[in-house]
T-cell receptor, first 117, second 112 residues
Framework: NAGVMQNPRHLVRRRGQEARLRCSPMKGHSHVYWYRQLPEEGLKFMVY????????ESGMPKERFSAEFPKEGPSILRIQQVVRGDSAAYFCASSPPGHPSEVEKLFFGSGTQLSVL | DAKTTQPTSMDCAEGRAANLPCNHSTISGNEYVYWYRQIHSQGPQYIIHGLKNNETNEMASLIITEDRKSSTLILPHATLRDTAVYYCIVRVASQGAQKLVFGQGTRLTINP
């Protein structure tokens, strides 16, 4: 039973380019969460999605960042016009179906390390 | 969510028990204590959680004081692979899992 799969593992972009990070949740999981970890800092929540719905995007920057979790395929975190400050590790997590308050634990992927030159 | 306080770093000898403390003196009655760890260059891994009773699973034991103001995560026989940053998190039971707030954690080094 494969875990949460994230790709690419490393992504290098020049300033102004777009970055697309993909996340396939564990089999049977319908909730996806994105977190960002800046160098030497803790993980910060960005967005929580269920299939075709954004449930909580309170941690998402207001501009350039977007996320989706389509009916078919992986969840995508998209960063437009990247800047050096976007360089970070981006982690995806998933959890089984159920009310958000009933989720006991998150299963994290290995992350995508984004480097902006 | 209640704020947690953990030591910045700890060392432990391989094969010995690693005891990681966490203070959460402002914890509310409906807040759980969670522990996650993050091995270098990997995503966080859930370890254990509890409300007020002590808990044990295949990875660790969680001891919560009677007043719930502090807790201790115990790795009974630490191995080199347990070297990681350990996060103690409190979370309101009724809130979604995305509300986990990861602080700076304790950097645990297991020495051979």
């Amino acid at each position: 039973n494969a875990g949460v799969m994230q790709n690419p593992r490393h992504l290098v972009r020049r300033r102004g380019q777009e970055a697309r990070l993909r996340c396939s949740p564990m089999k049977g999981h319908s909730h996806v969460y994105w977190y960002r970890q800046l160098p030497e800092e803790g993980l910060k929540f960005m967005v929580y999605l269920q299939k075709e719905n954004i449930i909580d995007e309170s941690g998402m920057p207001k501009e350039r960042f977007s996320a989706e979790f389509p009916k078919e395929g992986p969840s995508i975190l998209r960063i437009q016009q990247v800047v050096r400050g976007d360089s970070a590790a981006y982690f995806c997590a998933s959890s089984p179906p159920g009310h958000p308050s009933e989720v006991e634990k998150l299963f994290f992927g290995s992350g995508t390390q984004l480097s902006v030159l | 969510d209640a704020k947690t306080t953990q030591p910045t770093s700890m060392d432990c000898a391989e094969g010995r028990a690693a005891n990681l403390p966490c203070n959460h003196s402002t914890i509310s009655g409906n807040e759980y204590v969670y522990w996650y760890r993050q091995i270098h260059s990997q995503g966080p891994q859930y370890i254990i959680h509890g409300l007020k009773n002590n808990e044990t699973n295949e990875m660790a034991s969680l001891i919560i004081t009677e007043d719930r103001k502090s807790s201790t995560l115990i790795l009974p026989h630490a191995t080199l692979r347990d070297t990681a940053v350990y996060y103690c998190i409190v979370r309101v039971a009724s809130q979604g899992a995305q509300k986990l707030v990861f602080g700076q954690g304790t950097r645990l080094t297991i020495n051979p």
